[in-house]
C-alpha cells in the first residue's frame, strides 16, 4: 500500500506535526508513504527517516500546491518508486 501525505504546514510554522503523526501511523500499518512539503526539507526528511526505521519506504519532494507542474511532479515521482 502506498500512501501520499501533503499539507500541515500552511504558513511556515509547524502546528502540531498532524501530518507527521498520520506519516507514521500510515507506515506502523505497512504503508510506503510519499511526504510533500513546501518549506521545510529539514521536517520532512526527519519524518522520511522515522518511517523508513519501521522498515517502509518514504519519499520526500517540494510541492507548490498553487502550480499544477509541482503537484504532477510528485504524483509521477510517488507512481514511478512505489508503482
Known sequence: ???F???GYRDGKNH?????A???ALA???????LSYRLNAAAA???MAEVEAVWQKA???AVDLEDPASVHAIVETTVAEFG
Open 1 to 3: 500500500m502506498v500512501s
Open 5 to 7: 501525505k501533503g499539507g
Open 16 to 20: 502540531g506535526g498532524i501530518g507527521s
Open 22 to 24: 498520520i506519516c507514521k
Open 28 to 34: 506502523t500499518e505497512g504503508s510506503n508513504v510519499a
Open 45 to 47: 526528511d526527519k519524518v
Open 59 to 61: 519519499l520526500t519532494g
